[in-house]
């Protein structure tokens, strides 16, 4: 945040108003930041990188940035994360990227995550529901709140691992499939 400088005669009523302004302007923004957790403080920008399995797209973006999300690259995710099957998008919960951004930062990861689904539409989730093991009759995949990921240059094992340890949402491993399912869901590991 840059603070203009200007130079202020000593009587001036119109002065000392936006002095006060800028003062509680600044107050309300020290109050902001000090509400924050603090992995949060020490990433003000927030970048994650994704390569869809299904669909081929890829997407590297500043989805966080001067203290908000940006609801330009939160558009760019979730058409990126919509149900491939059906073409349905849904709004991702940016606490979901959250998880992505702090899992990524603590394995040190350089890889996009590689994307096996991200929202899934009712419809799709009721078809997997009925013809594969381990979904979810009401899978927080259908509320924008989990995802099924690898990286590249990690192991599942280990991204399953690192995930669990931060406690941020639920985490299940597959590994005969190569994935990890991450939400935000109450944390918990299958």
């Known amino acids: 945040m840059m603070l203009e ?3 202020v005669d ?8 936006t002095t006060r302004r800028r003062l509680l302007k600044f107050g309300a923004a020290a109050s902001l930041l000090a509400s924050m957790p603090a992995w949060a403080k020490a990433a003000p920008r927030r970048v ?5 399995l299904h669909t081929g797209e890829t997407l590297h973006v500043t989805y966080f940035a001067n203290g908000a999300y940006d609801p330009r690259a939160l558009t760019a995710i979730n058409h990126l994360l919509r149900d491939f099957r059906t073409d ?3 709004p991702i919960r940016p606490g979901l990227l959250d998880q992505l951004y702090r899992v990524h930062a603590a394995i040190g990861s350089d890889a996009p995550f590689r994307v096996i689904c991200g929202y ?6 009721d078809f ?16 924008g709140m989990a995802i099924d990921v690898r ?3 990690t192991r599942t094992r280990r991204l399953r691992d690192v995930a669990a340890a931060l406690k941020l949402g639920g985490v299940g491993y597959y590994a005969s499939s190569d994935f990890v399912h991450l939400d935000v869901g109450r944390p918990r590991h299958w």
Request: with cysteine; proline share 2%; glycine share 4%.
């Open 5 to 7: 400088r200007k130079r």
């Open 10 to 17: 000593a009587g001036s009523a119109t002065d000392t108003c």
């Open 48 to 52: 994650l990188a994704f390569e869809h």
């Open 88 to 90: 349905e998008i849904y």
């Open 120 to 125: 899934r539409s009712p419809t799709t989730n």
């Open 128 to 143: 997997l529901h009925r013809t594969t093991n381990g979904v979810a009759e009401h899978s927080l995949h259908m509320d």
């Open 151 to 153: 990286l590249a240059d």
